[in-house]
């Protein structure tokens, strides 16, 4: 009786489904033609460790004369690293805000997350969630299986990356959002965002 039931559910929902293009989405955004090229950083990655300042802002492509905005996104350290609202207080009001990158001598990386020149938050990600390549350290941020969309019943899996570049006392970061599921076992849903920040270092 509950597969009936689902069946009918799946047939009225499968028209909004197909209507509303949710079975796949992209957008990915090209690295800025006008920031500057990332070569030469090491074999280890150590240029990547520092003090950066976040500027925990939105960041529109366009606003117009009558106050409206669009194409914004969340200039934000704290959710390219991976730290919740709560930990850093993301929607008070603060004098300043940076993070540091330390290597530690097990491999590991430590993101510490500074108000006012206080550490509030910190996250360690141990070697085996690290890969020093040519694009750069890059850190898989978070991992899920199972349930990983809000609407309908799902399963499948999530995976947040950042690969991180350090040149001339700037991070330059790639963050990657990659989801794929089946809901109710049978429509795909595949979402894949990745997103470009430059943060300066204190002294700029």
């Known amino acids: 009786m509950k597969s009936i039931r689902y069946a009918g559910l799946l047939l009225v929902s499968f028209p909004a489904f197909a209507s509303a293009g949710v079975f796949s989405t992209e957008r990915l955004q090209l690295y800025p033609a006008d920031w500057p090229t990332l070569t030469g950083m090491s074999a280890t990655c150590a240029e990547v460790q520092g003090t950066y300042i976040d500027p925990n802002e939105m960041r529109w492509d366009r606003e ?15 959710a390219v690293f991976g730290f919740s609202p709560g930990q850093v207080a993301a929607g008070h009001n603060v004098k300043s805000r940076a993070f540091s ?3 530690q001598p097990d491999q590991s990386l430590v993101v510490d997350y500074l108000i006012e020149s206080k550490v509030v938050a910190s996250k ?15 850190i898989t941020i978070a991992e899920k299986t199972g349930e990983v969309l809000d609407k309908f019943p799902n399963s499948g899996s999530s995976v947040h990356r950042s690969t991180i570049y350090g040149l001339n006392g700037e991070l330059f970061v790639k963050s990657s959002y990659d989801t794929r599921a089946r809901i109710f076992a049978v429509f795909p849903q595949n979402h894949i965002n990745t997103f ?9």
């Open 101 to 103: 990158i330390a290597q």
């Open 64 to 78: 117009e004369a009558n106050g409206s905005k669009h194409g914004g996104k969340l200039w934000a350290a704290w």
């Open 124 to 138: 360690m990600f141990p070697k085996d969630k690290l890969f020093c390549g040519p694009s750069g350290l890059t």
């Open 196 to 204: 470009w920040f430059r943060f300066a270092g204190p002294q700029k």
